[in-house]
């Protein structure tokens, strides 16, 4: 713009008679014109290769989100759950579920323990008792200090709500009447509550207005229970959750593959892969000629012929090829290439799919198609699952020896102390609404000891409000007969079943024959009695730590036990601690050899078990401290370079995982199986068989489309980083031809002025001259 003006300027100055501005920039442009045209060109060359680049790298990508999903053995292990009654039962399952179909029997319902205290008050604000509240829930004693700053129904109930005492307080507004409602925050029998210590609710009493009970059904003719409405912990794998009771009508629920997901994925890879093709055909065609002008100018076909020629397109389409063909090597099952499971590339490079074929292979050998797709293990040993690997895992079979099989912490008491006294129970009541009726002429033939008697209970027939009415009407019958004192008869709500236990001294209990009384869990035959673990003296106590929760206390009831009720009232009480909820640990009790044993359900070295500081336990078998820890699996794993031990590698939160790490070695090089993942459930040990490790077609379609494009030396990656510099280098070039174009510029501009100059400096001597010689004449 400068020289513009200036030139102006000196074409006023000098009344020039041609545009010494134009003529520059003509000269200057014609010069560079050359160099500019074949910069341009070639800029349109790389541009339109580059483009066509960048749309082939935006489809491999788009292809290669199909390609995962078949790349990962996950989509070839999805279960799926259903219920032929989603009303009564639900069911999930994970990849470790097994194919299965079950008949389930909603019997009962979980639900939470509710009390609500007798007495009654005018208003929330009324006063109420002062002492010590102790509330007890899941063998844990809470106590709550009542005094002048907390003495009304909503002092207390604040107290509550806002602390950790295993229950909800409410205050029920009954009719304008005001009661005070404790209801446990846990469902199931081990959430029973216990509440004492104030005058009030203590001389009045509290009536109980939900059971605490477990929920119930039976499994294929197993029954079994759970102290909430799922079920998770039953199957591996696979999680029932009850929606309602409906007992007597069992309902089918059913855990199968997801066939029809994977066959719907895999026939999605096929059609893109496809539809890859012929962007890759139409990349390269020679044939614009084909097309119509409408074509042409559409975005369909904007990048059409973009690629004629070229090597890379050409390697591109082999390598993409290559990767679909032959067969998996390390596979010999009888399904190792696309065609066995249906899968055919016509003389067109066309993937074509026989759904027969198809179908079949996922319904009968999911596994297969898995290998075959997906990059992933197996075992040939049932007990060891190929869980993962990493892009560090290479393919290969594998020898696996195991030296140390995972354990749990477990340890075991001492011999328990049994009375000649005896408990004898029905059967667990599953049926809560039933079991308040007793049916017309029912009877008990019940022996205590070696006096054996038939109780007529038609007397009482009848329905009742609670189970516990049920058993106090049963017991005065009893009393009537046998004498009071004598035997007891009661529903322990933990083991949801009504029990006869004879009184101390007394000896044996046997239900002999029963009739009328299916109701309460007696069938019409024999129960026997089992005898007794007494612990009536005082509550018995003991910390307790499992795992990596912290040491706090339990503590069971005082009262008369047997062997099992014992077992499931610890595993309540342990279970249900706060202490060991936090800690995300469980146990489980055994009685096997009449002694109980405890053992955390964790597997590995952080599994541990301590039970210390008995009080009032002696006759449970249980008096000096007791501790144990689990351990982890070890063995070794063999590979091409070596043997490499693999107890290192085990997995902290189950021992009986092992996840090599990426960085092992074996004899100084880098471990085959780097990031292998596997599982050692049990079995015997020594020599466990091969692992496999193979890479499916999916997988290998996955690597070569990463491959294209790796930063450093991907096919497709380093011809479009060798363009944009090609493009950077013409470009620069560009401003070297526009500076030079500059410099001609004034220079042609210089030249023209220095000629203007002259010109203008020969006018004005012609005009002198002229005007010299006219001026001589006239004289």
């Given at each position: ?16 008679t041609?545009?010494?501005?134009n003529?520059?920039?003509?000269l ?6 050359g160099?500019?045209a ?5 800029q ?29 053995p ?5 279960k ?7 009303g009564?039962v639900t069911?999930?399952?994970d ?6 179909s079950?008949?389930?029997?909603s019997?009962?319902i979980?639900q939470?323990?509710t ?9 929330p604000s009324?006063t ?27 002092g207390?109930?604040k107290?509550i709500n806002?602390?950790?005492?295993g229950?909800?307080?409410?205050i029920?507004?009954?009719g304008?009447?005001y ?6 925050k ?6 029973e ?7 009030d ?11 605490a ?7 294929n003719?197993?029954?079994?229970t759970?102290a ?5 912990q039953?199957i ?6 009850l ?10 629920v ?12 895999i026939?999605s ?5 496809n ?30 012929g973009d690629l004629?020629?070229s090597s890379?397109?050409?390697s591109v389409?082999s390598?993409?090829?290559?990767s ?5 090597g ?7 290439s696309?065609?066995?499971v249906?899968?055919t590339l ?5 993937l074509?799919?026989?759904d ?13 198609l898995?290998n075959l ?12 699952n ?5 892009s560090?895992t ?5 020898q696996?020896?195991i030296?140390q099989?995972?354990?749990?912490a477990?340890?075991t008491g ?21 079991a ?7 009877s ?12 007529d ?6 329905t009742?409000?609670t ?5 106090a009407q ?10 009071a004192g004598?035997a ?13 236990t ?8 046997d ?8 109701n ?6 024999a129960?026997?009695g089992q ?43 342990i279970?249900s ?9 469980s ?5 096997a050899?009449g ?17 210390t500081?008995?009080?009032n ?18 063995g ?9 031990n ?9 021992g009986?995982k092992?996840k090599?790490?990426?960085f092992?070695?074996i ?6 199986v780097?990031?292998?993942?596997f599982?050692?459930?049990?079995g015997?040990?020594?020599a466990r068989?091969?692992i496999?490790y ?13 491959g ?7 096919l ?10 090609k493009?950077?280098n ?8 526009d ?9 042609y ?11 203008q400096s ?7 001259l002229?005007?010299t010689?006219?001026n001589?004449?006239?004289?």
């Amino acid at each position: 713009m400068a020289n513009e003006i200036g030139t102006t300027l000196l074409n006023t100055l000098t009344n020039s008679t041609f545009d010494i501005g134009n003529m520059s920039k003509a000269l200057a442009e014609a010069e560079v014109a050359g160099p500019r045209a074949i910069i341009e060109k070639n800029q349109e060359k790389v541009s339109t290769e580059l483009d066509a680049l960048k749309f082939l790298q935006t489809n491999l990508q788009a292809f290669k989100t199909y390609v995962t999903d078949l790349s990962s053995p996950d989509i070839f292990s999805l279960k799926s759950g259903t219920s032929s009654d989603e009303g009564v039962v639900t069911v999930t399952a994970d990849s470790t579920a097994a194919l299965a179909s079950y008949q389930i029997e909603s019997r009962q319902i979980a639900q939470a323990h509710t009390m609500v205290a007798n007495k009654t008050y005018t208003s929330p604000s009324d006063t109420i008792s002062n002492g010590t509240l102790n509330i007890q829930v899941g063998g844990q004693t809470h106590a709550i200090t009542v005094d002048a700053t907390n003495n009304t129904l909503e002092g207390l109930q604040k107290v509550i709500n806002n602390g950790d005492y295993g229950v909800t307080a409410s205050i029920i507004n009954n009719g304008g009447s005001y009661q005070m409602m404790f209801t446990s925050k846990q469902t199931g029998a081990a959430g029973e509550v216990s509440i004492s210590g104030l005058a009030d609710f203590d001389t009045n009493g509290m009536t109980t207005t939900s059971e605490a009970q477990d929920a119930v059904m039976v499994l294929n003719g197993l029954t079994v229970t759970s102290a909430t409405n799922t079920f998770d912990q039953v199957i591996e794998g696979v999680s029932f959750q009850l929606n309602s009771a409906s007992i007597g009508s069992p309902k089918t629920v059913t855990v199968g593959q997801d066939t029809q997901n994977v066959t719907d994925t895999i026939k999605s890879f096929v059609d893109v892969y496809n539809q890859l093709g012929t962007i890759l055909d139409e990349l390269g065609s020679y044939n614009k000629g084909d097309l119509t002008q409408a074509e042409l100018d559409s975005e369909e076909y904007k990048y059409f012929g973009d690629l004629a020629g070229s090597s890379l397109l050409r390697s591109v389409k082999s390598q993409i090829e290559s990767s679909l063909s032959g067969t998996i090597g390390e596979l010999t099952s009888n399904y190792n290439s696309l065609a066995l499971v249906g899968i055919t590339l016509n003389s067109d490079g066309i993937l074509q799919v026989d759904d027969t074929i198809l179908n079949n292979v996922a319904t009968n050998d999911m596994q297969a198609l898995s290998n075959l797709f997906s990059k992933g293990g197996s075992s040939n040993d049932p007990l060891v699952n190929v869980l993962a690997g990493s892009s560090k895992t290479q393919t290969g079979n594998y020898q696996l020896d195991i030296t140390q099989l995972a354990d749990r912490a477990t340890v075991t008491g001492g011999a328990v102390t049994l009375s000649t006294d005896e408990s004898v129970a029905g059967d667990r009541v599953t049926d809560a609404t039933a079991a308040l009726t007793i049916d017309a002429g029912a009877s008990l033939n019940l022996q205590i000891g070696a006096t054996a008697n038939l109780i007529d209970l038609s007397s009482i027939a009848g329905t009742y409000a609670t189970k516990d009415e049920v058993a106090a009407q049963i017991q005065t019958q009893i009393d009537a007969v046998f004498g009071a004192g004598i035997a007891t008869f009661a529903y322990d709500s933990s083991q949801s079943r009504f029990e006869i236990t004879s009184a101390a001294g007394q000896g044996t209990a046997d239900v002999l024959s029963s009739t009328g009384l299916t109701n309460q869990g007696f069938s019409g035959g024999a129960y026997a009695g089992q005898q007794l673990i007494d612990l009536s003296a005082a509550d018995a106590s003991f910390n307790v730590k499992v795992d990596e929760s912290i040491t706090s206390a339990v503590t069971i009831q005082a009262g008369r036990y047997t062997l099992e009720e014992l077992a499931t009232k610890m595993t309540n009480n342990i279970n249900s601690n706060t202490d060991v909820q936090a800690a995300g640990a469980s146990i489980n009790i055994s009685t096997a050899g009449g002694a109980l044993t405890v053992t955390s359900d964790r597997f590995g070295i952080f599994s541990t078990v301590e039970l210390t500081g008995f009080a009032n336990f002696a006759n449970a078998g249980f008096t000096a401290d007791l501790t144990d820890i689990g351990q982890n699996v070890d063995g070794t794993i063999t590979t091409a370079s070596g043997t490499m031990n693999i107890g290192a590698y085990a997995d902290a939160t189950d021992g009986r995982k092992v996840k090599v790490s990426d960085f092992a070695v074996i004899a100084g090089n880098d471990a085959e199986v780097r990031g292998l993942e596997f599982e050692v459930l049990g079995g015997a040990l020594g020599a466990r068989g091969t692992i496999t490790y193979a890479q499916g077609f999916a997988s290998l379609m996955e690597d070569t489309v990463d491959g294209l494009f790796k930063s450093d030396f991907g096919l497709v990656s380093e011809r479009i980083n060798n363009l944009n510099d090609k493009m950077d280098n013409y470009e620069e070039r560009n401003k070297k031809i526009d500076a030079r174009y500059e410099k001609l510029l004034l220079k042609y501009q210089m030249q023209f002025s220095a000629l203007q100059s002259i010109i203008q400096s020969s006018q004005q001597t012609r005009d002198y001259l002229s005007a010299t010689f006219s001026n001589n004449s006239s004289n």
